[in-house]
């Protein structure tokens, strides 16, 4: 073999160890690189719906009217309510009016009318081991506004209801506070403020626990009160302990 022979061979070894050296070289490196992106994804955490108890809570304010007419004359009975969310330090409010009854008479009569506000449906998602609070005020009222010179009288009884399902559940409890105002008969009008405050306390996906006040306001110095407190659904309480 000669020298230009010899010469050639060895050109030809140094690049053959070249490509396989570059070879390795890129089969490693994109190796590591697989194994760093896999080993630094982040991980994607999800809330599950068992954090939450969805609950559905509906008010309704109302009242049942009469007015003893001993003459021809005009009443007016108005209701309206402004209530609140409170769920995490963050508050939202909705205000609801119902437009005033306007009733004429045109002789002596008793008559009776029953007026609701529209209900109102909460949709909560309050996380477990929280509190949310509603707080809920209304204002009454009937008046006789035509002059009044036989003394008719008007008085009312009011009422709020509420009721407590769980979504996607049949299964609902509720109650109904209810006062009659017949001896605050008045010749000419009378007006009270509601206030209702609902906390709710969620214990598990599968119960909470409610405490609720109601508080019918008819003077600055007299009120009618109502309290209760109990479990949904009855009874979940003693599942858990």
């Known amino acids: 073999m000669n020298r230009t022979s010899k010469l050639v061979l060895v050109i030809i070894c140094l690049c053959a160890i070249i490509g396989v050296g570059i070879f390795f070289g890129l089969f490693f490196g994109l190796k590591s690189n697989s194994t760093i992106a896999t080993t630094t994804s982040p991980k994607l955490t999800t809330t599950s719906a068992n954090d939450y108890f969805p609950l559905n809570l509906t008010l309704v304010l109302g009242a049942n009217f009469t007015m003893e007419m001993k003459q021809a004359g005009t009443v007016v009975n108005n209701i309206n309510s402004t209530d609140y969310t409170i769920y995490l330090g963050n508050k939202s409010q909705t205000t609801l009016e119902k437009n005033p009854l306007t009733f004429q008479f045109n002789s002596e009569m008793k008559a009776s009318s029953i007026s609701n506000l529209e209900p109102r449906y909460f949709i909560l998602y309050p996380k477990i081991n929280t509190e949310i609070y509603v707080v809920h005020s209304g204002t009454i009222s009937s008046q006789i506004i035509t002059h009044n010179t036989l003394k008719s009288t008007v008085f009312f009884n009011p009422k709020l209801d509420f009721s407590l399902r769980k979504l996607n559940s049949t299964e609902f409890t509720g109650q109904g506070y209810s006062t009659s105002l017949e001896n ?9 403020i509601s206030n209702s405050t609902f906390k709710f ?10 405490n609720n006040s109601v508080i019918f306001s008819i003077e600055t110095n007299k009120t009618l009160g109502f309290d209760s407190k109990g479990f949904f659904p009855i009874g979940c309480n003693k599942v858990i302990s």
């Open 184 to 192: 605050y008969k008045t010749f000419s009008e009378l007006s009270i």
């Open 201 to 210: 306390t969620i214990i598990s996906k599968n119960c909470i626990s409610y």
